[in-house]
């Protein structure tokens, strides 16, 4: 059973160098305790046995893996919701597969070896440790569930994408996310590219009138600007063969 904590703070403000420089035991024991205090077992995919028991630390380092979704191969993928203060475009959102034992930066780098200037110098050894998320996302989308279409509904090429649905934040001085995105796969991987999906709730740069929060099935949308439940169903376009004719 995989459980996301996301982290108890944007940045960890204030927490200071971790002790030791081992990232094998920085993953392992998470040595967080007092050093971290509100952050202990945050910004973690844990896991547990089905009884709960057992926790474990499967990866690190993502501030907030607000939706996950499990592959029918049994990968792990995560959209995350990275920090803010940085700026309008940095650092970027992701959605990623999660690797067992991996380290994704939080709150020392993103995106690989970046280093945080809130956290200058303090982790120089875990620089080259980063993982390197696998589809980067216009920062600030906030990009909240997600799922991976294993309907019947939809054309058969888009069956195993994933869908996500961007809630749009408030960390930004132009607006963007407000949308559902799909991501562009080619033989079961991501290519790193996504598409929109669902558009139109964005009326202008100061008001929207839909924040889509999460997806289901055939494809069910919920969004919290309105309430609604909005279903976005695949009707293949009639072909009228007379008027075909003069086409060609």
Known sequence: M??????GSNDAEGMGRLSGTSLQNFIADHP??????NETDRADVLTFDPQ????????TGIRNCVGMAVAPDGTLWCSTNERDDLGNDLPPDY??????GAFYGWPWYYIGGNEDPHHRGER????????????????HSASLGMTIYDGSQFPA?????????QHGSWSRSK???????????????????YEDFVTGFVINDTTVWGRPVGKDGALLISEDGSGTIW????????VDPVAMRHLV
Do not use: C
Request: overall charge positive; glycine content about 10%; aromatic content about 8%.
């Open 2 to 7: 995989y459980v996301s904590v996301g982290s």
């Open 32 to 37: 967080l305790g007092a050093t971290w205090g």
């Open 52 to 59: 709960g028991k057992h926790k474990q630390i499967f990866a």
């Open 95 to 100: 959605i990623t597969r999660v690797r067992a």
């Open 124 to 139: 120089p050894d875990l620089k080259d440790k980063v993982a390197i998320p696998d589809v980067l996302i216009e920062a």
């Open 157 to 165: 090429d888009y069956r195993g994408n994933i869908f996500a649905a």
């Open 175 to 193: 607006r963007t996310g407000y949308k559902i995105i799909r991501l562009i796969m080619k033989d079961g991987a991501p290519t790193g590219e």
């Open 231 to 238: 279903p976005v169903l695949f009707r293949p376009l009639a």
